[in-house]
Nanobody, 116 residues
Framework: QVQLVESGGGLVQAGGSLTLSCAAS????????MAWYRQPPGKERELVAV????????NYADSVKGRFTISRDLTKNTAYLQMNNLKPEDTAVYYC?????????WGQGTQVTVSS
């Protein structure tokens, strides 16, 4: 059973930076893709960024392009989300997702709060 453990959330002032980490365990294979989603208070969960395959192609939500960077260390089965120039509207619970063929796994979520 694959487990995802997120870390790195916290409270930061607007304009600040945070780096989230998502460590995957329980599989001898690398995930086909890893992504970060977020769920702001009272809103639906939304895709923030995704990295796919060994070429690590990436896609981002328009709202974070130019500010967030997703990366992945295949040797450590860990994905990262570098978040710069954070805004109050980035406040949300951030979730890591990993896809292994047809199986989808989620982390428990980590809170990011950006104060104005």
């Amino acid at each position: 059973q694959v487990q995802l453990v997120e870390s790195g959330g916290g409270l930061v002032q607007a304009g600040g930076s945070l780096t989230l980490s998502c460590a995957a365990s329980g599989s001898s294979f690398s995930a086909n893709s890893m992504a970060w989603y977020r769920q702001p208070p009272g809103k639906e969960r939304e895709l923030v960024a995704v990295t796919t395959g060994r070429t690590q192609s990436t896609n981002y939500a328009d709202s974070v392009k130019g500010r967030f960077t997703i990366s992945r260390d295949l040797t450590k089965n860990t994905a990262y989300l570098q978040m710069n120039n954070l805004k109050p509207e980035d406040t949300a619970v951030y979730y890591c997702q990993a896809v292994y063929y047809s199986a989808i796994y989620w982390g428990q979520g980590t809170q990011v709060t950006v104060s104005s």
